[in-house]
């Protein structure tokens, strides 16, 4: 009997001390659990966007805003779902566009592509297209002696501050595999024209026109570092540019605003490198990316004279090497819907870069529509500008459309400039 009260004892005493904690302790973990995941985000992403914020403060420091004709930034190749989504892309990185837009998305390859592009063109509408601008000045200049003089000028004055932009990528190849990348691009180009008043009334032209060889190769690792992964791509361009001001009464002359011979043209080779950090599933409703890329990284300029169009060429400008950091989330499917959510700080260290023109945000609504087609519902904001659109994939078709303002002005003043682009693929 005695025996039997002391293990009773015993077992009232293991049930208080250590059974009796334990479940307090489980209780305890299930509701400060997500409270500590919360935490530990919140921490991470402050982190993360401090980061950001101080590079962001230190590379422009130096920018002093030089004495350009033209304040926008060049982007050596333009996505159009990446530009739909506000160009915030560097940590979404998940398709073809990661070979320029950060290369170690392509560790997000599962299968092989062949993507062949029929064309993709991008112009601003209405008043403000080129088209428009070059009918007017034709018509103006079929005047003869001093009326067609007095008429150029007369329409040049009438469009003091306007803008006028066209890109144009009549073919492009891309292949993809698993963790490799390969893109030839053998026109993309881009003009810009704008009516300025200087002594008189002028035409500011900026030409650009690469081809382009890039190849990339994505690392994903394991252990203690999975999750990660590292891309390299290799480029080689062609460029051929041309910025200039000219008279209207020179152009009253000549007729033409851009002449073979005052072309500059070069070959360069440089490199991309980026990074991405995919965060274990701590939140089972969201999975947390993020990414970096240094883009032209050694920015070498195009210094090798590869003579095709002019034979006593300048030496065309460089592209500078510029820094992207961004984040992403992906959230938990509702029926076939995927939404994604992205932000981006683009193009740090560029001589035109200033703090409206570097934050990019982006979101994307994927509708899954069975095996080989997809919708994405596609908008975001680019240097503080709306941007929309869509991207359509059935089999072996893919449709990409989107509208997007960029930033054109200066510090001081403000001017948005609104392209309409559009791109139609072969997606095998």
Same mark, same amino acid.
């Given at each position: 009997m005695t025996m039997i009260r002391v293990l009773a004892f015993k077992k009232k005493i293991i049930c208080r001390v250590f059974l009796r904690p334990l479940d307090y302790y489980q209780e305890l973990s299930q509701k400060t659990l997500p409270i500590l995941i919360l935490y530990y985000l919140t921490i991470t992403l402050s982190i993360y966007i401090a980061l950001i914020l101080l590079a962001s403060s230190v590379l422009l420091a130096k920018d002093s805003e030089p004495n350009k004709s033209f304040f926008s930034i060049h982007q050596p190749y333009l996505g159009i779902r990446p530009i739909a989504m506000g160009n915030a892309f560097t940590a979404v990185a998940d398709d073809y566009n990661a070979l320029f837009y950060n290369p170690a998305g392509l560790s997000n390859n599962?299968?092989?592509?062949?993507?062949?592009?029929?064309?993709?063109?991008?112009?601003?509408?209405?008043d403000s297209s080129i088209s428009n601008l070059y009918n007017e000045l034709r018509q103006a200049g079929n005047h003869a002696g001093s009326i067609r003089t007095t008429e150029l000028t007369e329409l040049a004055e009438s469009k003091y501050g306007k803008y006028y932009y066209a890109r144009f990528t009549p073919l492009s190849f891309f292949y993809t595999r698993p963790s490799m990348g390969i893109a030839i691009l053998p026109a993309d180009g881009e003009?810009?024209?704008g009516i300025d008043k200087q002594v008189g009334p002028t035409v500011k032209a900026k030409f650009i026109l690469d081809s382009t060889f890039a190849l990339g190769y994505a690392w994903s690792f394991g252990g203690t570092l999975k999750g990660m992964a590292l891309g390299l791509a290799g480029k080689i361009v062609h460029r051929v540019s041309l910025e200039k001001i000219m008279p209207v009464l020179e152009y009253e002359k000549s007729k033409d605003i851009i002449k073979t011979s005052s072309l500059n043209e070069g070959m360069g080779i440089d490199a991309d490198v980026g990074i991405l950090y995919?965060?274990?599933?701590?939140?089972?409703?969201?999975?947390?990316?993020?990414?970096? @890329?240094?883009? &032209?990284?050694?920015?070498?300029?195009?210094?090798?004279?590869? $003579?095709?169009?002019?034979?006593?060429? #300048? /030496?065309?400008?460089?592209?500078?090497?510029?820094?992207?950091?961004?984040?992403?989330?992906?959230?938990?499917?509702?029926?076939?819907?995927?939404?994604?959510?992205?932000?981006?700080?683009?193009?740090? @260290?560029?001589? &035109?870069?200033?703090?409206?023109?570097?934050?990019?945000?982006? $979101?994307?609504?994927?509708?899954?529509? #069975? /095996?080989?087609?997809?919708?994405?519902?596609?908008?975001?904001?680019?240097?503080?500008?709306?941007?929309?659109?869509?991207?359509?994939?059935?089999?072996?078709?893919?449709?990409?459309l989107a509208s997007y303002g960029e930033e054109v002005g200066t510090k001081e003043e403000s001017k948005e400039n609104r392209v309409y682009t559009g791109r139609f693929a072969f997606h095998f």
């Amino acid at each position: 009997m005695t025996m039997i009260r002391v293990l009773a004892f015993k077992k009232k005493i293991i049930c208080r001390v250590f059974l009796r904690p334990l479940d307090y302790y489980q209780e305890l973990s299930q509701k400060t659990l997500p409270i500590l995941i919360l935490y530990y985000l919140t921490i991470t992403l402050s982190i993360y966007i401090a980061l950001i914020l101080l590079a962001s403060s230190v590379l422009l420091a130096k920018d002093s805003e030089p004495n350009k004709s033209f304040f926008s930034i060049h982007q050596p190749y333009l996505g159009i779902r990446p530009i739909a989504m506000g160009n915030a892309f560097t940590a979404v990185a998940d398709d073809y566009n990661a070979l320029f837009y950060n290369p170690a998305g392509l560790s997000n390859n599962r299968s092989n592509n062949l993507i062949i592009s029929l064309g993709s063109y991008g112009s601003s509408t209405g008043d403000s297209s080129i088209s428009n601008l070059y009918n007017e000045l034709r018509q103006a200049g079929n005047h003869a002696g001093s009326i067609r003089t007095t008429e150029l000028t007369e329409l040049a004055e009438s469009k003091y501050g306007k803008y006028y932009y066209a890109r144009f990528t009549p073919l492009s190849f891309f292949y993809t595999r698993p963790s490799m990348g390969i893109a030839i691009l053998p026109a993309d180009g881009e003009l810009v024209l704008g009516i300025d008043k200087q002594v008189g009334p002028t035409v500011k032209a900026k030409f650009i026109l690469d081809s382009t060889f890039a190849l990339g190769y994505a690392w994903s690792f394991g252990g203690t570092l999975k999750g990660m992964a590292l891309g390299l791509a290799g480029k080689i361009v062609h460029r051929v540019s041309l910025e200039k001001i000219m008279p209207v009464l020179e152009y009253e002359k000549s007729k033409d605003i851009i002449k073979t011979s005052s072309l500059n043209e070069g070959m360069g080779i440089d490199a991309d490198v980026g990074i991405l950090y995919n965060m274990p599933d701590l939140l089972s409703w969201s999975n947390i990316t993020f990414g970096g @890329a240094v883009r &032209n990284l050694f920015d070498s300029g195009y210094r090798e004279k590869v $003579t095709i169009i002019n034979k006593k060429p #300048g /030496t065309p400008p460089n592209s500078e090497t510029r820094y992207d950091l961004g984040v992403k989330g992906v959230f938990k499917s509702l029926w076939r819907f995927t939404p994604t959510l992205a932000f981006d700080i683009r193009d740090i @260290a560029h001589s &035109n870069a200033n703090p409206k023109k570097l934050y990019h945000l982006g $979101t994307e609504l994927k509708l899954d529509l #069975g /095996t080989h087609m997809d919708l994405r519902l596609l908008a975001g904001a680019n240097q503080g500008y709306i941007t929309y659109g869509v991207a359509w994939q059935a089999f072996w078709y893919l449709i990409e459309l989107a509208s997007y303002g960029e930033e054109v002005g200066t510090k001081e003043e403000s001017k948005e400039n609104r392209v309409y682009t559009g791109r139609f693929a072969f997606h095998f």
